[in-house]
């Protein structure tokens, strides 16, 4: 017992040596903040974009939204127990998917336009056909021990997770089980999101930590800290060298993966709510963050200043989205809404 | 659980943050300044193929609501 404790002092002063070592790294190469450099890049000016269409539709909180690949079909998810799919350009409900459970709390749709996925509160994540005839269960993966916060396809035959059970986890569609589990969070995963080559991915938790993940080796490669909160929304910037986050401590911030910290930090004393969800525009210039305050507040990435606002739900916009020709943001509510801007 | 077993876990949980912790030192980092720059010129090279940065031309919103057609 006594050698045990010997050890555990060991390997305790290991950590915070290798903490220290961390730390004094991160400050070596921190010679400037972003908004300083970016005193050189041209003003956007106000962003003032207008309602161009209010999707009505469900019947209670949507929970989350996700843009097919063709930028116009979109699936949102609402605890009326219902995904729809709608085609944004006509404004019409193409597909609804009656759930088993109706405490959704994520949805997302493959690459393809074949197949979309949801969890919440049941643990799972379904996949659905919705090119039958009628939607089809293609598979209920069932293996996280917490709520399902957050799914995202690689493919039709890939699908990723995050969990309240404080993992992700990547699944084998045709098999409908799990290929690689990421433990290494310390609070429940809130988010996740795939980096644009696919090798990686990122995670935001309720330990107030992000994680950088080798997709493919299963380890953790890299942890960054700053928020004083839960991460609920986590984003990569387009070129996959940085990433965004949004916390329950009203902060988003952006971080580099190669400099292995925070770069800036988007804030304002005028607003005291929690960020709920966050999307880029395509040049990584404009950042949309849904706040609990029924706003969608617009940031310049680079000069950390807010150009603007969506302002138009009647409750907590709890999610958002660009779609991957940029040509317009949805915002989805608590107050049964979806709303298409530019 | 015995506490024998008990601190054996928190030995091997212990031995993992260490593990985890030395591979994260490693990594070779770049200069902020260096990280921003590039950000910056990202930003600056794809302005013009960022619809909502530039506006969108009326006839080419997608979701723009088209005037009422009369069938006559």
């Not at chain 1, 799919?85 to 998917?97: E, P, R, S």
């Not at chain 1, 299963?218 to 839960?230: E, L, P």
Request: aromatic share 6%; charged share 20%.
């Amino acid at each position: 017992m006594a050698a045990d404790k010997a050890e555990m002092d060991v390997l305790k002063k290991e950590c915070d040596g290798l903490r220290t070592q961390i730390e004094a790294a991160r400050k070596g190469v921190n010679d400037g903040n972003m908004s300083s450099a970016a005193g050189s890049a041209t003003d956007v000016g106000r962003v003032q974009l207008k309602l161009r269409k209010s999707l009505k539709g469900h019947l209670a909180k949507i929970y989350s939204m996700h843009w097919a690949s063709d930028s116009r079909s979109m699936v949102s998810a609402s605890q009326d127990g219902k995904l729809l799919v709608w085609d944004t350009h006509t404004g019409n409900k193409l597909v609804a998917v009656p759930l088993k459970s109706a405490w959704v709390m994520s949805v997302a749709f493959a690459p393809s336009g074949n197949l979309v996925a949801s969890g919440g509160l049941d643990n799972m994540c379904t996949v659905y056909n919705i090119k039958a005839a009628s939607p089809k269960t293609l598979r209920e993966l069932d293996a996280h021990t917490g709520y399902l916060s957050c799914c995202r396809f690689l493919s039709d035959t890939e699908i990723m997770t995050a969990s309240g059970d404080t993992t992700c986890c990547l699944w084998d569609l045709e098999t409908g089980k799990q290929k690689i589990i990421f433990t290494n969070h310390i609070g429940d995963c809130m988010s996740l999101a795939l980096s644009p080559d696919e090798n990686t991915f990122i995670s935001g938790a309720c330990d107030s930590l992000a994680k950088l993940w080798d997709l493919r080796e299963g380890t953790c490669k890299q942890t960054f800290s700053g928020h004083t909160s839960d991460i609920n929304a986590i984003q990569f910037f387009p070129n996959g060298n940085a990433f965004v986050t949004g916390s329950d401590d009203c902060s988003c911030k952006m971080y580099d993966l190669r400099s292995d910290q925070e770069v800036i930090t988007y804030q304002d004393a005028s607003l005291n709510a929690g960020v709920t969800s966050l999307t880029l525009s395509n040049s990584g210039r404009l950042i949309f963050a849904g706040y609990d305050d029924f706003n969608c507040h617009i940031w310049d990435s680079l000069k950390g200043e807010k150009v603007g606002v969506l302002s138009g739900h009647d409750n907590r916009v709890s999610c958002t989205g660009v779609p991957a020709d940029g040509m317009g943001v949805c915002t989805g509510s608590w107050d049964s809404f979806l709303k298409l801007w530019n | 659980m015995s506490s024998g077993m008990q601190s054996s876990s928190s030995m091997a949980q212990a031995r993992r943050v260490v593990q985890q912790l030395r591979m994260e030192a490693s990594f070779e980092r770049i200069k902020v300044s260096k990280a921003s720059s590039d950000l910056m010129r990202y930003c600056g090279e794809h302005a013009k193929n960022d619809p909502l940065l530039m506006g969108i031309p009326t006839s080419e919103n997608p979701f723009k609501d088209k005037k009422p057609c009369t069938v006559l």
